[in-house]
């Protein structure tokens, strides 16, 4: 059996790996700048997919103000008791739903 002497030259594995996170704890690591904020990605597109974005994002803008108008139709229909759904179309819509999965 060999029996080495860890400490002789120098710290055992364990020791190291401690002594490894320590520092790392100590010093940030390299994806955060000296104000401690992380970086943050960054993409870049070509002029091509640019324009492709930007008129993704503005039809995507147009929808959200749809879909708000109509919640806040229905919403005001609720508030005021005249919103009276027929009881089939929203089995129907049920049955769906849980049809889907």
Known sequence: MRIEDLNAGGLSKAQNKKSERVSASKNPAPSSQASGQPILDTVELSEGGHSQFSSIRASYGELGDVKAERLNALKEKIESGKYHPKSEEVA?????????Y
């Open 92 to 100: 129907q819509a049920i049955i769906r739903y849980v049809q889907q």
